[in-house]
């Protein structure tokens, strides 16, 4: 099935508990997470065999900042601290890839379950974005409804076993007074990504073009803003899909798991 | 063998490049690393077979206070960004366990080595503590010369596994009016134990008597101070030994890696 995001949701998403989302999205719903139980902290997906689960958690450990790990749901769990449920079912959209190659795109992957998948919950800059708003500081695709745009860098995260692959970024424009306010906002949430990689020249990242994103969606960079480049949540897996697993699941982008952990969880004060 | 702490050292040690203290332990030299290499790191050392691995990354990362793995020496890997030498011969002693029984205490474990051992480098103390003396806070087991105490506490790991065991602390009495700044400081350094878990009531975290340590010596409590107690690096090994691996490498207590990163690598400003 292919899955279209919908805008057909209650209009207090905003305020429903992890669990309340949970269940709707497990009874079928199917939306974007951005804006759901706010306050409440987000967390992209990545499914694997065992046998991959040491490369990929080393491969982590390695590159804190795009791949922060949360939690980690041992061979033949489907729930864990951060989620009262079943991690199978509970968001709202998954990408399952068979030797690297899209497979599927579907609302529950019971079907896809085998007893030696581990998951990994992995931190997502949703977190530290109401902190940027609260703190004074614009975001850009929030503002203009749309997604984050995301960019392949010509930077190489540190691999691990068979796992390798570059850095992915995401890029928000800030304007120029405003930057030192948004490296120390982020600074605070080291957990989700933390501050950023690099601040205002694309091309030192191999980016040609701010225009076109390799994921999400472009927004517009305007007169006397600074494009500001903060390590993404896309970076595990794109490195995951590198290295060809047998079968791998993860959230469909920005249909992400909300988790019972609290922002502030992540703050460092 | 067994392996008797020696004081015959250079006395230039506090300024020997870890590169230059690592090819004397490596010759033979067996002397605890306190004070050693001043301003570079120093971290605990466990080795495991890489079908334990995975547990043991888990472990870590649910229990990163007294767990923090700074890096990992994938199978077959003896040196890495942190070790530019070889983790088998450049500690000054090691401990090997089978079984989880102490079966040698040795200098080099090059016979025991396997090509499915991962190496974990899990920070130490001894890094905040130059900062705690920078900020003007004794610490007490330096003063008297002796080993840090340390002690099992009642308080359980998050279990990951084949893995679980207690938290284990180290404990630095404070003056009172220092206690906000001995948190403010080592709360600076969450990469290497960060701040205290645990101020000032031993019998909560099940300790009866601070004179009776599990781990290295007792220190003075004085008047007017208050007990601090840090997550500590001997909770990993604690816990491994708990699920009596079939081969564990581990650094004699005391005798710790000298890595070629800096203290103030590890600090967040």
Known sequence: MTVHPTDDHAPDRAGLAPRAARQLFREGLVTPTAGWS???TQANLMVLPRDLALDFLVFAQRNPKPCPV??????GEVSGPLLDGDVRTDLPAYRVYVD??????TTDVSGWWREDLVSFLVGCSFTFESALVEGGVPVRHVEQGVNVPMYMTSRR???AGAISGPLVVSMRPVPAEQVADAVRITSRYPAVHGAPVHVGDPAALGIADL?????GDPVDVRP???PVFWAC???PQAA???SRPPLAIAHAPGHMLVTDARDSDYLVP
Not at 70 to 75: G, K, P, Q, S, T
Not at 211 to 215: A, C, E, T
């Open 38 to 40: 706010r306050g409440w």
């Open 70 to 75: 949360l939690d980690v749901l041992e061979a």
């Open 100 to 105: 690297g190659e899209l497979a599927e795109e």
């Open 157 to 159: 995260c540190r691999p």
């Open 211 to 215: 225009s076109r994103p390799d994921f």
């Open 224 to 226: 006397g803003e600074v």
């Open 233 to 235: 949540g896309v970076t």
């Open 240 to 242: 995951v899909m590198e």
